[in-house]
């Protein structure tokens, strides 16, 4: 174990279903594995960092998320290659995920950084970007 490393992120959700389904595919599809289930909650981790996301409680639904309240903005996940951005890019798309930035992708970040953005079902934006080239 590395000292300062993420141990865990847990965000609370409005839909721990829509969320579990969107969630799992991406984290999956990052080599996550499934980690913790119960009631009103799900991980997946990968080598010793963890994701949780647990239900919001209905007294505390009434103010949507919105990231430019105080709090998480976005979460970001490297990629291994720009390829592997443009792979992730289609899947999003073909699953119906709302990819953010459209008319600057892949270069939303600027010309040297190769990312798509895209929202959870929550609308927390999430960032899957390649290391800029050498």
Not at 8 to 32: M, T
Not at 36 to 43: C, I, L, R, Y
Not at 55 to 82: C, M, V, W
């Amino acid at each position: 174990m590395s000292e300062g490393l993420l141990h865990h992120v847990e965000v609370y959700v409005s839909n721990l279903k829509r969320s579990e389904k969107f969630w799992g595919w991406f984290l999956e599809e990052l080599g996550y594995k499934p980690y913790q289930q119960w009631a009103e909650g799900q991980s997946w981790k990968l080598g010793e960092t963890y994701l949780v996301f647990v239900q919001t409680e209905t007294e505390f639904l009434d103010i949507p998320y919105h990231r430019r309240r105080t709090g998480l903005n976005h979460l970001a996940f490297h990629a291994s290659s720009r390829e592997r951005v443009d792979e992730m890019t289609m899947m999003l798309k073909e699953r119906g995920v709302n990819v953010l930035y459209e008319n600057q992708h892949p270069f939303a970040g600027g010309e040297d950084y190769y990312a798509v953005y895209f929202e959870d079902p929550d609308r927390i934006k999430v960032e899957f970007v390649a290391s800029s080239p050498s």
